[in-house]
Structure formats: C-alpha cells, structure tokens
C-alpha cells in the first residue's frame, strides 16, 4: 500500500512539474530572449544569449518618438489601474457589504446576476460602449477607459467580498452600535479592517486587470501618447516588420508590476477564492 501511495505521489509530482514547465516556458524564453542582439533572436541559434546587451531596454526606454514613448504608456497603464482598483473597490466594498447583510439579495436574482455579468461576453458590449462614450466624449479619454474598466471588475470583485464579509460576525457590529457608533463609523473601523484580505485580493485583481486590458483600450484609444502599455507595444508591429527585441523587452516590463503586485498577496488571493468554501 505504502508502495502504491509513493508512485502515485511520484506521478502526480511529476505532471505537476511537467505542467508547471509547459506553463513558464514561454515568459523565461520570452526573458532570455530580451537580453539577446536582434541577430541572435531571429537565428536562434542557441538558448542563452552569446553576445548579452542592454540595449533593446535602452532602444525602448529612451528612444522616444511622438508616436512611441513607452515610459508614456506605462505611466497611462499605471494611472489607469490605480484608479480603476480605488473605485471599484469603494463600489464593491459598499454593494457586497450590502448583499452579505441582506439575505433576500444575497439568494435573489442579484446575487446571481453579478456572476452572470463577469461571464458575459464583453467583446459583444464594444460597439455599443464605443458608440456611447463617443457621444459623451469620453472617447481618447483615460478617464473613460478607469470608468469601463471599473464596470467590468466591479461585479466579480463584489460577489467576492461578499464571502469576507460574511464572515464577520454580527456580534462586532452590534457591539459598536451599542458604544454609540454608527452605522458608517462602524462599516469604515469595524468591517472594512476585518475585511482588509479580501479588499486586498479585490484591489489587486481590479489592477491587474486594469493593467493587462487590450481590447477596449484599442477601440477607445486614439492618441498615440494616451496609449496604454500593451496598446504601445502594438507599435513595435508593422505588416513588412517587427521590432523584436524592443518588443520582448516591453513584454518583460509590463509583467514586472504583476509579478511584484501579485507575489506579496498571493496568499490573500487563494484565501479571498477559498473564504466562502468552508462555513463555520
């Protein structure tokens, strides 16, 4: 018995390993490569580089242009999701605090109808919103992208902070109310603190989400310096050429934020995904 437990361990070891490599390999090849001489990368003649340069990092950082200027798009990337994840954060903190003291929401249609939103299909919602914010003017507009980012994160991050803040007992909140708080004294000294870990998994997808966003980007972005990070790195591809090495070395940069963003809170994010799986 003891044998058959060890080789299953063995396999499952194994194909997660296998998984892992599957999964890792085309951002440490993507690294290496950003390191190489342009010659080198379309040879690819050997993994590491032979001749190691900074200088697609440099072409990319310093080179600037008025239709390429990649610290530009980062700072709008940047500015984009900050603010994307502070409102969604105050709208999903106050509507899943409401579901979550309410138990006709919490089983009624909108309950559900916030997982039916983070479900849909947004790519069907591009005309209609480009229509929209063009009428408005909020087309080339940073602020409008914050605003539909904001609505697409907002739905999936309240359905989360539900969870949390279920699991703050009761008892807290009347206690306060006793010592004469009020209800908004005690949502912002008594909740909010209790549910620091799923506010934190929230804010944390919200930006990253916000970060990594492509597509509404690309239909309601017009000005080349109000770009975003992965609509500038569209500007390294061309139909007759693609600047390959300034390209890779983009790629890295945009995933550093994520990687540094998402390593420190990892933890929060597996109990923020796992807090309404076991009720106690």
Known sequence: ??????????????????????????????????????????????????????????TLLFARTPVRDFPRFLFNSLYVSVFTAFFSLVISSISGYGIARNRRLRAGLISKFLLFIYVFPTVVLLVPIYKLFTSMGLYDNLFGLIIIYTALVSPFCTWLLVSF???????????????????????T?????????????????????????????????????????????????????????????????????????????????IKGFTAGAVKE
Do not use: H
């Not at 951002?27 to 580089?49: N, Q, V």
């Not at 007992?169 to 004469?180: C, K, M, N, V």
């Open 1 to 58: 018995m003891a044998e058959i437990n060890r080789t299953k361990n063995i396999i499952t070891v194994c194909i997660v390993v296998v998984v892992l490599a599957l999964i890792i390999w085309p951002f440490i090849y993507i690294f290496i490569s950003s390191f190489k001489p342009l010659k080198e990368i379309m040879s690819r003649a050997s993994f590491l580089p032979v001749e190691p340069t900074l200088k697609n990092y440099q």
């Open 189 to 269: 000294r008594i909740v909010i603190p209790l549910a620091s870990p799923g506010l934190v998994t929230a804010g944390a997808y919200s930006f990253i989400t916000a970060w990594g966003e492509y597509m509404f980007a690309l239909i309601l972005m017009s000005s080349n310096l109000k770009k975003t990070g992965p609509l500038g790195l569209a500007t390294f591809t061309a139909e007759q050429y693609i600047e390959w090495g300034p390209l890779l070395s983009g790629s890295i940069l945009i995933m550093i934020p994520v990687f540094i963003l998402f390593m420190p809170v990892s933890g929060y994010f």
């Open 165 to 187: 803040f279920e699991n703050i007992p009761r008892e807290l909140e009347e206690s306060a109310g006793i010592d004469g708080a009020g209800t908004f004294t005690t949502f």
